[in-house]
């Protein structure tokens, strides 16, 4: 217990940019450690062993003698481990840490209001997301805020900061105009959000095109629509929304297999854009190509992400039965008739209702 509140003394005051003695050892082994026990912390942190990863950060951290990127970069990973383990006062320090060492870091407040607010400290939370607002380089932040605090329930106050990023100039940041089409998005306010978005394209932000395609793809309009996916995978081609665009057209062709490969890419993508659609994909790709037990697997893990998905919770139903009546038609027959009939039924009745709501969801599809 001791070794270990030593090492997250030592982490903390790193973050701090107060360098730690280490011995006789050469920049260049330093260097190599610190990158190792950077490694086995995210190693950790991939298998759910937080406090493993906190102390393998920690370690990383012992090795430094400077204060730079790779150093700052440790600290949010070790405040991510604090927070995925329940440690919210150990993450609330590792950000003070990081907010000592530069207090213009928007993403440091964001966050660390984030904390609070897990932590039902709403007030405080606020104080931070109005900080994160005043040094963030783009309105991004503001959706960043309305996420957390919907999210937490507090969905008045989330209103309040949309309106906020709608009342202020967008300027001369195409990334503002973006983000004022998300907003109207939202507001299902769709000839307003149309203008924003076509305005963010026009000064050069590609991303726009993803929003301004689920505009005309609720007006309807699937050639516009296709048009800007187009035009975004053309600039992006390793992007995630490519990866599912060829992922769909392998499942056209019947590769079921090829396209799950494909979604896969899709989701390990450094930047993913689209993870919902790529989740609900891959979930397809397991169940045309006869996978039922890994669909079932993976819609759980969706359903946990995704609880309001009801056309999701239906498909479910229908993984279940159908992975039933996939065992029963592998084993003898037996005298239980018709309790297979009724199964069988009630299996038809599910497939009607997923297929009602996929035409729906198609139809609306963001």
Not at 10 to 24: P, R
Not at 72 to 101: M, N, R, W
Not at 179 to 202: H, M, N, R, T, W
Request: hydrophobic fraction near 30%; charge should be negative.
């Amino acid at each position: 217990m001791r070794g270990k509140k030593r090492y997250m003394l030592a982490g903390t005051l790193f973050c701090m940019g107060l360098a730690l003695a280490n011995g006789c050892s050469t920049s260049e082994e330093r260097l190599e450690k610190e990158e190792a026990y950077r490694q086995i912390g995210l190693n950790a942190m991939e298998e759910g062993d937080y406090e493993e990863a906190e102390e393998a950060f920690n370690n990383a951290l012992d090795e430094a003698r400077g204060l730079g990127a790779n150093e700052v970069d440790i600290c949010y990973y070790k405040a991510a481990a604090q927070f995925a383990s329940g440690s919210l006062t150990g993450a609330i320090e590792t950000y003070d840490a990081l907010l000592e060492y530069d207090k213009k870091n928007a993403d440091a407040w964001f966050l660390r209001g984030c904390v609070y607010l897990k932590n039902n400290e709403s007030d405080k939370a606020k104080e931070d997301f109005d900080k994160a607002i005043q040094y963030a380089s783009d309105d991004e932040m503001y959706l960043h805020i309305y996420n957390s605090l919907e999210g937490a329930g507090y969905t008045d106050e989330a209103e309040k900061y949309l309106a906020q990023a709608l009342e202020k100039r967008a300027g001369r940041t195409a990334r503002n105009y973006t983000v004022k089409g998300q907003i109207y998005l939202l507001k299902e306010d769709l000839p307003s959000a149309e203008e924003q978005l076509l305005k963010a394209v026009d000064k050069g932000d590609v991303e726009g095109n993803l929003y301004l395609a689920q505009v005309y793809q609720r007006q309807g309009k699937t050639e516009e629509a296709e048009a800007c996916i187009g035009a975004y995978i053309e600039e992006y081609p390793e992007s995630s929304v490519a990866y599912n665009e060829k992922g769909l057209k392998e499942m056209e062709q019947g590769n079921y297999d090829k396209a799950l490969e494909l979604f896969n890419q899709g989701l390990n993508q450094q930047k993913v854009t689209n993870a919902q659609e790529l989740r609900s994909n891959q979930i397809a790709a397991y169940e045309y190509s006869g996978d039922y037990d890994s669909a079932k697997e993976a819609m759980e893990s969706y359903l946990k992400d995704y609880p309001e998905d009801e056309a999701a919770k239906r498909e479910y139903l229908f993984l279940g039965k159908n992975r039933q009546e996939t065992e029963t038609e592998s084993e003898p027959e037996t005298e239980n008739v018709p309790e297979t009939e009724q199964g069988t039924e009630a299996l038809q009745g599910t497939e009607i209702k997923t297929e009602q709501e996929t035409e729906s969801e198609q139809k609306s599809e963001q």
